[in-house]
């Protein structure tokens, strides 16, 4: 018998090499595969007559092999296919596809799913580059032969994603699947408590197993294809209410957990105002409040500030940094990059060395003896305010007293990271990250520190609250005042001497200008060049009267930063960069961006690079160049951007086309990683789930008792360990 938990290779069928291709899809349990769900259904049951098919729809053909040949036209070969169903036929083609030369044999009965098209000439249906599959005599498996016929015809059949370049195919799947489940343990825990399962009308997991790969006949097509049927809903629920009830766990032992309750008497509350070097907006005010009365709470603040690129977070930042500094703590603030620690540091002296406030600037480039020196001062509690990036994580820096953590840009970070990196500041004690001795709280207990977690990816409401569920949280809603809309045009990178007029008249203005390249990481290297290249261009021949600086991420630290002061002070009138000046960086003289090949960015990424203008009087001007082709979602990202300045329609967007998953940047494993939940599709399950993992821990009750509370968290557990590993929900 198989348990959920047991390795995927004592599949009957699945050998070491097999369970080698399917961990590259995340399957390496039995409970894996099971959760590897059909992306779509093929009705077998009520396959379409030919006779009777339409143009222009979606069908499901089952027919016989006529014939099959491949000609060559002057463009290409292309394979052609007759299959047939009585006295109908109909015709499929397949372009260069001489790989299907030897593949069909006439009267093989065969499983075709396509559109059904119209042929310009003949007016005959057919369908291009159907998806298809043999039925029924597989090679070898002749004595499967009728089993395998019956999971294949005759019925709804679940179809797969195929993996390890088609070594596993959907039909493999199909059958792999059917022999795990056969095969599956009759006891499956049921780790839903009752009272939940109820509300929900949830079947069992060993029904939404069977279920959602082998639908019953009676089921609705449209519900499986929109994974809508009970067995989807329960599994997705199950999915979403394990991680909601670790996060909501997470939440409620900080909120027992001792923090350290600062004071905002009338002496902390002037030195914040006294920085201020304009009026804050309202929005600004109220977030700067919901900060202050978490802070003074005698629990480790955990709040996520959520603003638009140009909002100005940064300096509600340091509002934070000053009551916690005035309390006679001190204060990490961490950015995702060397540049943006940097400009932090550089504002935060203008702003903040005045009022007598100590500040150091702490990134793995420093040289070994300044940071020495620097690591000294912090644990020594010379430094008030300490500048780095997440170095400051990794290479344990000792402080004297931490009361606050400030991370900013967090969607850099990714969720994920982010509980790591809590738990590094937070729950280990403040011994392995933040050093000792930590703060100490009137009772001498070891006090957390406060964390505020500074992001400009604006995410729905009930999204954010509902993914950062460890999280309180705050937005920023306004701008602040006297900004003119960025102008945002489109145009081919044959106009680009228009452009660089444009610039020119800008610049002489008194203006400067960015210009910016895409690195993307496969390519680095020549990706590189040719900004260094088109740097030469600028710089040598069409701005060689102008000041011209090159940025990219492999320049050494003391250039970049050298670099980025110069323009800074507008010592230099146009940048020429890569993405490094995508986040945070903020130079309100600076009014004009050219982004270079803007059709390969990333939507969030063109309106993070936007945000880096528009932040003064002036009006701004961004040109998306685009050089070559634009695919579809291409086009829709570059028409998004001409359309809107508005990172919640941005961002929105952006959800849809990419998908969670980029959107949330799993690459950087920072997502938690839904296996069959999409948060789009199924916010509303996510929302159910975040509210009755809440009532669950709110017990035990006459509802729910403890020990379903204890099956549950056990479940958990073991959920969050297998598919986050070293994150651990204590
Ligand atoms: P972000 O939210 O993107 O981090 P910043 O904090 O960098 O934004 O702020 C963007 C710009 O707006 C900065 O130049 C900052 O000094 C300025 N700024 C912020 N708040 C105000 C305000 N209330 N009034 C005027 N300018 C402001
Ligand atoms: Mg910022």
């Known amino acids: 018998m198989l348990e959920l938990t047991t390795p995927v ?156 370049q088609g070594h596993v195919s959907a039909r493999w799947f199909r059958r792999i699947i059917r022999k795990a489940l056969d095969d599956l343990t009759p006891e499956i825990t049921e780790s839903i408590p009752s009272a939940v399962r109820e509300r929900l009308a949830l079947v069992s997991p060993r029904e939404a197993l ?82 202050a009365d978490d802070m003074q709470q005698p629990h480790p603040m955990r709040r996520l500030l959520q603003g638009d690129v140009g909002s100005g977070k940064t300096i509600i930042g340091f509002q934070a940094a000053i009551i916690a500094i005035e309390n006679g703590y001190q204060v990490a603030l961490m950015a995702p990059t060397e540049i943006l620690a940097q400009q932090h540091y550089f504002s935060a002296r203008r702003i903040l060395e005045n009022a ?58 990714g969720v994920m990271q982010r509980l790591k990196l809590m738990k590094k500041s937070g729950d280990e004690g403040s011994a392995a990250a933040t050093g000792r001795p930590a703060g100490q709280t009137s009772t001498g207990a070891l006090a957390e520190p406060d964390v505020l977690v500074m992001t400009a990816t604006p995410i729905p409401r009930t999204l954010a609250l509902t993914l950062y569920g460890d999280l309180d949280l705050s937005v920023l809603d306004e701008l602040p005042p006297g900004r003119t809309p960025i102008i945002t045009r489109c145009v081919a990178d044959d106009q680009s001497p228009k452009v660089w007029d444009f610039v020119r008249k800008q610049v002489e203005a008194g203006h400067q200008a960015y210009v910016v390249y895409p690195v993307i990481a496969e390519n680095e290297e020549s990706e590189l060049k040719a900004a260094i290249k088109m740097y030469r261009e600028l710089s040598g021949k069409i701005f060689a009267d102008l000041k ?55 939507l969030a990424q063109l309106h993070q ?52 998953g980029e959107f949330f940047g799993t690459r950087q494993a920072g997502l938690p990683s839904f296996r069959v939940a999409n948060i789009i599709r199924d916010a509303q399950l996510l929302e159910a789930a975040k509210h009755e993992a809440a009532a669950v821990l709110a017990g035990p009750n006459s509802e729910i008792s403890a020990e379903e509370i204890s099956r549950a968290l056990v479940q958990m557990r073991t959920r969050w360990q297998h598919t986050y590993g070293l994150v651990e929900v204590a």
């Open 548 to 602: 011209v600086g090159l940025l990219h991420g492999r320049l050494d630290a003391d250039l970049k930063d050298q670099v980025m002061r110069m323009f800074q002070k507008g010592e230099l009138q146009i940048l020429v960069a890569t993405t490094v000046i995508e986040v945070g960086v903020d130079v309100p003289n600076a009014t004009m961006m050219v982004i270079e090949h803007a059709e390969r960015f990333g």
């Open 356 to 413: 007598g406030y100590r500040i150091v600037l702490l990134t793995g480039s420093l040289e070994a003896d300044r940071k020495r020196e620097v690591r000294r001062h912090i644990a020594q509690g010379n430094a008030h305010l300490v500048i780095g990036t997440h170095a400051l994580l990794e290479e344990k820096v000792e402080f004297a007293k931490p009361g606050l953590v400030i991370v900013d840009e967090q969607h850099r970070f």
């Open 210 to 291: 069977w279920k959602v790969h082998w639908p019953e006949a009676g089921e609705s097509f449209e519900d499986l294809q929109s994974s809508r049927t009970p067995a989807h809903i329960r599994l997705i629920f199950e999915e979403l209410f394990f991680t909601e009830l670790g996060l909501e766990l997470k939440r409620r032992q900080l909120k027992t957990e001792t923090g350290i309750a600062f004071r905002l008497d009338d002496r902390v509350r002037q030195a914040i105002k006294k920085i201020l070097p304009f009026h804050p907006t309202a929005a600004q005010k109220r977030v700067l409040k919901e900060i």
């Open 9 to 164: 290779q004592y599949v009957k069928g699945i050998g070491p090499r097999l369970a080698e291709i399917l961990a590259t899809k995340g399957i390496a349990t039995v409970g894996d595969l099971l959760n590897y769900l059909p992306f779509r259904y093929e009705d077998r049951l009520n396959p379409r007559g030919i006779a009777e098919l339409r143009a222009g729809e979606m069908a499901t053909v089952i027919g016989e092999v006529r014939n099959s040949g491949l000609f060559r036209t002057r463009k290409m070969p292309i394979f052609q296919l007759t299959v047939g169903q009585g006295r109908s036929k109909l015709r499929c083609l397949w372009f260069n596809a001489t790989y299907l030369q030897d593949k069909f044999k006439p009267g093989q009965l065969i499983a075709l799913y396509g559109k059904v098209e119209q042929d310009s000439r003949s007016g005959e249906l057919q369908i291009m580059q159907p998806q298809f599959e043999m039925l029924g005599d597989a090679a070898g498996e002749a004595a499967d032969e009728k089993t395998a016929a019956s999971l294949e015809v005759g019925r709804i059949v679940p179809i797969y994603e195929s993996a390890g």
């Open 609 to 660: 690079l936007r945000g880096r203008i528009g932040r003064g009087a002036a009006k701004s001007y961004c040109v998306l160049m685009t050089g070559g082709k634009i695919s579809e979602d291409g086009q829709k990202r570059l028409d998004a951007m001409t359309r809107t300045n508005d990172g919640f329609e941005i961002a929105q967007l952006d959800l849809e086309l990419r998908g969670p």
